[in-house]
């Protein structure tokens, strides 16, 4: 658990499409039917966390630390999202072996859309968002020799290199995309312009630095991905 907040939905995991495509859990709706079941708790911040870009791996729900939920267990809830949860035993996949369906897929993906595409979705996609994943779950971190010599199965060295390259670049933030035009208000003055902005001074420099966060935590998984993958560093 995150230092110094509850976890009130673990860690849920999409479910795989014949396409290979990730069938996202709905975090947004389980968590109004948690708070539909917790009222008390309603107005509270919530930290949706999600590791991925488009197609997210794994996302979860935490808050911050306090004595009224220190004894929260989220199994009480479970049945809430219990589809995105790992099966029991015998019942595949577990989390952690979702892997050996990722590359699955992307033997399918690479033979009907081609190499790229099949790069994209499984290193540019799953395997960082595994690594990221194992950084919390010790069960994780033991699958990734596993996961990576699959991948070196189904690719060559060089197109993991060029994939590496490019994976997750992201553009400068820019600010000028929270900023509205000029507002058409009759008999509004150009001076009072700031108090129709869309977001405010503040707010567009919290979103900078949570860009910047972001970007940086990008750059450091492709650098851990390409250790594994290329084995460069070690």
Same mark, same amino acid.
């Given at each position: 658990m995150t230092?110094?907040?509850?976890?009130?939905?673990?860690?849920?995991?999409?479910?795989l499409a014949p396409d290979g495509t990730l069938i996202e859990p709905d975090i947004d709706a389980i968590l109004e039917r948690w708070l539909e079941r917790h009222p008390e708790f309603q107005g509270r911040e919530f930290?949706?966390? @999600? %590791?991925?870009?488009?197609?997210?791996?794994?996302?979860?729900?935490?808050?911050?630390?306090? *004595? &009224?939920?220190?004894?929260?267990?989220?199994?009480?809830?479970?049945d809430l999202y219990e589809a995105f949860l790992a099966k029991s035993e015998g019942s595949p996949p577990k989390f952690e072996k979702i892997w050996i369906e990722q590359c699955e897929a992307a033997k399918g993906i690479e033979s009907e859309f081609g190499t790229q595409k099949a790069l994209d979705y499984l290193v540019g996609e799953k395997f960082l968002n595994f690594l990221e994943a194992a950084e919390e779950n010790a069960v994780f971190r033991a699958e990734i020799p596993a996961f990576v010599a699959e991948i070196k199965r189904i690719f060559?060295?060089?197109?993991?290199?060029?994939?590496?390259? @490019? %994976?997750?670049?992201?553009?400068?933030?820019?600010?000028?995309?929270?900023?509205?035009?000029? *507002? &058409?208000?009759?008999?509004?003055d150009y001076g009072d312009y700031e108090r129709y902005a869309g977001e405010d001074p503040e707010t567009i420099?919290?979103?900078?630095?949570?860009?910047?966060?972001?970007?940086?935590?990008?750059?450091?998984?492709?650098?851990?991905?390409?250790e594994w993958l290329l084995e460069e560093g070690q």
């Open positions: 230092t110094g907040r509850i976890v009130i939905i673990p860690f849920l995991h999409g479910k930290h949706v966390i @999600k %590791t991925g870009g488009d197609e997210t791996c794994l996302v979860r729900v935490t808050t911050d630390e306090s *004595p &009224d939920l220190a004894s929260y267990d989220p199994a009480q809830d479970a060559e060295p060089w197109q993991l290199r060029e994939c590496l390259e @490019k %994976t997750r670049q992201t553009k400068p933030f820019d600010p000028a995309l929270y900023e509205p035009d000029e *507002p &058409d208000v009759p008999g509004v420099e919290m979103l900078r630095q949570d860009d910047i966060r972001e970007c940086t935590r990008d750059l450091l998984l492709v650098e851990r991905a390409r």
